[in-house]
């Protein structure tokens, strides 16, 4: 969603009727808080996920994934590259992107292709070792051959054709984990790649244990998403669901509370105090917001407070604002 400044100081939370959350009950799994909280909440995720990397063998040292790099500029149309499977994923471009797909091992890369100019020193050393080690064969070609291939403007040098990322199903989202309750994240109309991509890595950077994509008015897991999510599509859980809306309902009968993120909220999203509990958040489009029957189902509509001359953030941005929200209040 494009978060845009609102412009109303009205108090209140939620809509009009909705459930109570005292009327939630305390006995759910995974560590969820008893008591009353009040309406619009923040939650409380302990621990962080630690991913099997079985492609690679020995997992990578320390939980930080900083020295994953910038996901670069613009793209070109990847209209032209098939996605096979509801989510897609097939092709894989950037170099923290292709090293991040054979580290995970969670499903089989066919083979690489790699610009016969470029170094193989660094990242790109690592990729060769690894698909290496893993029988992944490595083809070297030519930069005109390798732009032909790919379909973004700065593929770095490396293109990776793998299977399609297996699809979670929402029922297993949502019941988040032994020690911790479901914090997951759902998109409203983010039809653009690239901020579907920033918005994943972000989610997963801030612990959300789900992503759930629509399967029509949605972008899924093109070249440049995977490009700009920098390997982070290879982490993230994801379902496809038929319709947002019946997946909210779906979700508020498994005990998850639903925050939504928009302009007319009258919740700061620093106020809300069902974080700690099984939370979603759900972002919209850039421009339109949340639509309106998603928007009548959420428990919370919350807003982040803009302090300057300009009316709005981007979907990434302000998703970035209400996640690690959440992840402070459940770390």
């Given at each position: 969603m494009a978060q845009k400044k609102a412009r109303s100081n009205r108090p209140g939370s939620g809509k009009p009727g909705s459930r109570k959350p005292g009327s939630r009950s305390g006995s759910r799994s995974g560590g969820r808080p008893t008591g009353s909280p009040s309406r619009g909440g923040s939650g409380s995720k302990s621990g962080s996920r630690a991913p099997k990397r079985s492609g690679a063998g020995a997992p990578r040292g320390?939980?930080?994934?900083s020295a994953r790099g910038r996901s670069g500029g613009g793209a070109r149309s990847d209209s032209r590259s098939r996605t096979d499977g509801a989510l897609g994923g097939t092709q894989v471009e950037g170099r923290h992107a292709v090293r991040e797909l054979l580290l995970a091992g969670r499903r089989r890369t066919k083979e690489v292709f790699l610009g016969n100019e470029v170094e193989r020193v660094d990242i790109v050393a690592d990729i060769v070792d690894l698909a290496s080690e893993l029988g992944?064969?490595?083809r070297s070609v030519s930069r005109s051959k390798l732009d032909h291939i790919a379909r973004t403007e700065a593929p770095q040098g490396v293109v990776a054709m793998a299977e399609a990322l297996p699809s979670s199903e929402l029922a297993a989202l949502s019941r988040g984990s032994e020690d911790s309750?479901?914090?997951?994240?759902?998109?409203d109309g983010v039809t653009d790649p690239q901020n579907l991509g920033a918005v994943i890595r972000i989610a997963e950077c801030a612990g959300v244990d789900g992503?759930?994509?629509p399967r029509h008015r949605s972008a899924h897991v093109t070249p440049t998403v995977t490009k700009a999510a920098a390997g982070a599509?290879?982490?993230m859980p994801m379902a496809v669901v038929g319709g947002l809306p019946s997946a909210i309902e779906q979700m508020r009968s498994d005990g998850i509370w639903v925050v939504g993120l928009d302009a007319g909220g009258e919740t700061s999203i620093h106020d809300i105090t069902v974080g700690a509990e099984a939370v979603c958040l759900v972002l919209g489009a850039e421009g339109p917001g949340l639509s309106r029957l998603v928007r009548e189902r959420c428990d919370v509509v919350a807003s982040i407070p803009l302090r300057g001359a300009l009316a709005s953030l981007n979907v990434a941005s302000a998703g970035a604002v209400a996640c690690y929200e959440v992840a402070r209040l459940r770390s």
């Open positions: 320390g939980g930080s994934r992944v064969p490595v309750p479901a914090f997951l994240l759902a998109l992503v759930l994509l599509v290879e982490y």
